[in-house]
């Protein structure tokens, strides 16, 4: 049996524990001296989305016609009762990994560790 080689790019490449984050730098009309560009845009606002669903989603998508490709969209998962306002942490462990905007909306990977579908309510913090 012959094997063949894989790329190797991405998230298959070894982890090299010595890079570390780095802050984006501020380019064009971002750059000021002040770097107001970490403070929240006054058009910032929530939303928040329902599903109902389980197991992992690796590409949900969320639609927002306010949402550009280089917003910043933050987002929490929980689950909920009767109505989206009664939400609750239960057994089901959930999570949102990896959110993507582009002009339009935003997608994320969802993952919802229960053997059956939930009530999940996703909350979202928009900066256009």
Do not use: K
Request: avoid cysteine.
């Amino acid at each position: 049996m012959e094997v063949q080689d894989q790329a190797i790019t991405g998230s298959n490449l070894q982890p090299d524990i010595t890079d570390m984050p780095q802050e984006g730098q501020p380019t064009g009309q971002q750059a000021r001296a002040d770097d107001a560009s970490a403070e929240l845009n006054a058009a910032s606002f929530t939303t928040y989305y329902i599903w109902r669903a389980n197991g992992v989603h690796q590409n949900v998508n969320f639609t927002q016609p306010s949402v550009r490709a280089n917003s910043r969209v933050f987002m929490n998962i929980s689950e909920y009762g009767a109505n989206a306002q009664e939400r609750f942490i239960g057994a089901a462990r959930m999570a949102v990994y990896n959110i993507a905007p582009y002009d339009g909306g935003f997608r994320a990977w969802v993952d919802i560790s229960w053997n059956s579908p939930l009530n999940i309510r996703f909350d979202v913090l928009i900066d256009p």
